[in-house]
């Protein structure tokens, strides 16, 4: 199976199981292609960065 999607934590690459697999993607880009966009999303890249007030909570 090719993989398709990378997460990386910190630097380090996180191996995905198919189901977290296929969870994150789906998630992705079913909100992506909420956005109605003028073309279909091909790549996608997602960078978050916390700051330490921030923890991780929205």
């Known amino acids: 199976m090719k993989e398709e999607i990378v997460l990386e934590v910190n630097g380090k690459r996180v191996r995905l199981k198919d189901f977290p697999m296929r969870a994150l993607k789906g998630t992705v880009v079913g909100f992506i ?9 091909k790549e996608i890249k997602i960078k978050i ?7 991780g909570n929205p």
């Open 33 to 41: 292609k909420s956005l109605n966009l003028e073309e279909e999303p």
């Open 49 to 55: 960065v916390l700051d330490e007030e921030d923890n």
